[in-house]
Structure formats: structure tokens, C-alpha cells
């Protein structure tokens, strides 16, 4: 196969790079440099949910597998992109906007949900981030899809202390199948060609809850 076109689909990490309300914020700091050492080191210090990652199902479920647990073929398939930017703050992202890509929606398939919000990284209205609803989202995982992945924050409601969420039931249904969600996808509309082949594999944390990715959208000809 040749790869013709490469869309990169991942945040820039760094100490400024915007995390969920409580999470580690990420530190990059020297620890060796050219002029001391004669090369150059950093020390990283972030959380496992950092930047766009993959959460596995142990992150919702302490029974559940853990990241080095999956099978690597969770994180690699052809992606379908669906069209969620009409869902706004806080919207609710229900099969009606599947309707248009159902008969893509096959076993292996990872689904990305395109809402246009990682335009608002780094600013409050992140946290406001439309959600995939649970109802269609069972419908999904009763289509064979085990693989999520959303450009924003959170793929279920992010809760704050006027809106109190759902508790958190995509991220269920998706453990519960030993599914993988990933998060904090960007650049979604560079995704302008059929059948992208998508690459969402983490670093290989053990026994993790979840680790960043480089996320990317790969164009492919025989």
C-alpha cells in the first residue's frame, strides 16, 4: 500500500496543553542539556488521560482489562467520520447523525465523531463539549464497533456544578464490550478523503487506565 496523504488528528503537549479538571498538568523540564552533559533530556511529568489519548476500559471499571491488555488491532481500522458539528454545547449526539454513514458502520470500523470543538481548546467553553448519547451509542457496540473517538474533551457530559452529567454511561457501554475511546482528537475536517486508516496506538503503559496517543488519519492506495 502507499500512503499518500498523512492528517495529523493529535494535540500539541505541552505545559499548557488543557486537562480535565483535576487531572495532572503536564510538566516538561530540562534535565540534561548539550552545554552540561552533551545532549539534550527532558523529564515529563503528566497525567495518563493527557493531550489526545485513549482511554481503556480499566479506566471506569477496576474488574475491566487494562491498556496492555487489549488486543492492538482495538486502536488501528478504517475510520468513519460522523458529522456532529450541528450538536453545540453540551449537545446530545444521537443516532440521527448516524444515519447518513449506517451502512459504514461495520465491525472494525472506528467511529470519530466530528463536533468541531477542539477549536475551543484551551479556553472554558472546552468543558462544555456535546456527547455521544448512550442509547446510540449501544447501538453502536450491537453493530460490532469497539473503537471511539471524539474531538473534544469527553465523549459522555462533562459534569460542573450546574450541569451534574449523566454519570459518565458511554464510558461504561464501551468497558463493558472491552471497548477503547479516544479523546481530544483535533483537525477532524483534514480528514477529506474515503476510507481513512486510522492509527490511534498508545505509548505502552502497563497496567494503565490509558495513555496518549499520536493519533493520525493515513490516505491509502494499492
Known sequence: MKTNKVVDLSLLVNADTQVYPGDPVPRFDPHST????GF????????SQTGTHVDAPYHFDDA???LDELPLDRFVGTGVLVDARAAGARGRIT??????????LLPGAIVLLHTGWSAHCGSPTYFDNPFLDADACA?????????FGIDAINIDETPNSTHH???FPVHHLIADVDG???ENLTNLASVDFDEPFISLLPIAF???DGAPVRAVALQLTP
Do not use: H
Not at 548539550?34 to 552533559?37: M, W
Not at 448516524?98 to 459504514?104: G, I, R, T, Y
Open 34 to 37: 548539550i552545554d552540561r552533559d
Open 40 to 47: 539534550n533530556l527532558l523529564s515529563v511529568s503528566m497525567g
Open 64 to 66: 475491566a482489562k487494562k
Open 95 to 104: 443516532w440521527s447523525y448516524f444515519k447518513p454513514v449506517e451502512a459504514q
Open 139 to 147: 447501538k453502536l457496540i450491537a453493530l460490532g464497533i469497539r473503537t
Open 165 to 167: 452529567g449523566e454519570g
Open 180 to 182: 477503547v475511546i479516544c
Open 206 to 208: 502497563d497496567a494503565a
